[in-house]
């Protein structure tokens, strides 16, 4: 099972009859398809991609809370809160936030 996974727990002990490599539909990548150094951010590159200026709040509020500027504002006080565990609503594992951060951008 991976960090993320929606399988049905009925659905996976039929799955652990199947063989490695037996799902046609996996969305596990082969070993051939890794780097050679077991590092995948070493070799990837990112394309610079210009952002979008951030809506003015006074003239459109509603276009700021939606713009990628407002939501980044706004998680990092949560997942400042969070990482004190001070949220009510969220709990933070470090251990897993590579896991969670390479699973996003993949």
Do not use: C
Not at 35 to 62: I, K, Q
């Amino acid at each position: 099972m991976g960090l993320f996974s929606r399988k049905d727990k009925k659905s996976s002990a039929a799955d652990a009859d199947k063989g490695p490599g037996s799902d046609a539909g996996s969305i596990h990548k082969s070993p051939a398809s890794k780097p050679m150094n077991g590092n995948p951010s070493a070799n990837a590159s990112l394309p610079h991609v210009p952002l979008p200026r951030a809506p003015d709040p006074a003239l459109n509020p509603a276009a700021y809370l939606r713009s990628i500027y407002a939501v980044r504002e706004r998680s990092k006080y949560v997942f400042e809160l969070a990482k004190r565990n001070k949220s009510k609503h969220f709990d933070v594992d470090m251990t897993k936030f590579a896991d969670t951060a390479r699973f996003v951008v993949s």
